[in-house]
């Protein structure tokens, strides 16, 4: 199954890390304002979804010659745009979600952003944010953290505690711990190499992976 990549109108510091994310047979959308990313990456997104209030306007003629689909939807909706992408992205049954562009720029909209990523009919899919220096991903069960040493890892506690938190291969271990929404523990930890996995008991635990520039 192919993988959906979701170009969001958040901020995109360098597209050449974004770049190295990419697959050849990756499905590409565009929720709106999006569109500028694609086309930063020097590409045609399959399908741009939303309003149009912030298209890319270079767009124009491939939606007009039919070269891109276009789903229009009114300006006042109750639905952000990479919502809209996120829900075409599961009526067609596409398990895997990379979404690039969703991290910096408005506050509200990366908290948004973030918070759909948390939502529980989504639990079954593979959802990422990343921007190719920094990845966010929610951690239900179990899950693992790629990058290389000295990279900082978050374990950031979502709507209440988190429980029975393990980790292996950071540099200050969790062994089946309880982090707290309103505690700081899990800031600012390390990888000791490539990899390293975290699982949980109970609860949604947020990880924020930022690369170090050198790897």
């Known amino acids: 199954m192919s993988r959906a990549v979701i170009f969001a109108n ?13 697959r050849a047979d990756d499905v590409l959308l565009a929720a709106d304002g999006g569109s500028r990313h694609a086309r930063a990456l020097g590409l045609n997104p399959a399908v741009i ?14 939606i ?3 070269q891109v689909e276009v789903i229009l939807y009114p300006g006042d909706k109750d639905e952000t745009d990479l919502e809209l992408a996120l829900d075409y992205a599961v009526e067609h049954n596409i398990q895997e ?7 910096g720029g408005r506050l509200d909209q990366t908290l948004g952003n973030l918070a759909l990523l948390a939502a529980p009919r989504l ?3 593979a959802l990422r944010c990343d921007d190719g220096l920094e990845e966010v991903f929610f951690v239900r069960n179990q899950s693992r953290v790629r990058g290389a040493a000295q990279d900082i890892v978050s374990l950031i506690p979502w709507g209440g505690q988190v429980s029975g938190v ?6 200050w271990p969790l062994r089946a711990e309880t982090l707290y929404p309103e505690k700081t523990r899990g800031i600012s930890n390390e990888l000791l190499g490539e990899s390293a ?5 109970s609860g949604l635990l947020l990880v924020v992976h930022r690369r170090n520039r050198k790897s």
């Open 49 to 62: 979804l939303g309003d149009l209030d912030s298209l890319d306007p270079s767009f124009r003629p491939l």
């Open 123 to 125: 639990a079954e899919f």
């Open 166 to 171: 393990s980790t292996a291969g950071l540099r």
């Open 197 to 201: 996995t975290i699982s949980i008991e």
């Open 97 to 103: 979600v990379l979404i690039v562009g969703a991290l």
């Open 64 to 66: 007009d010659s039919g």
């Open 10 to 22: 958040g901020s995109l510091p360098d597209p050449e890390p974004a770049r190295a994310l990419l």
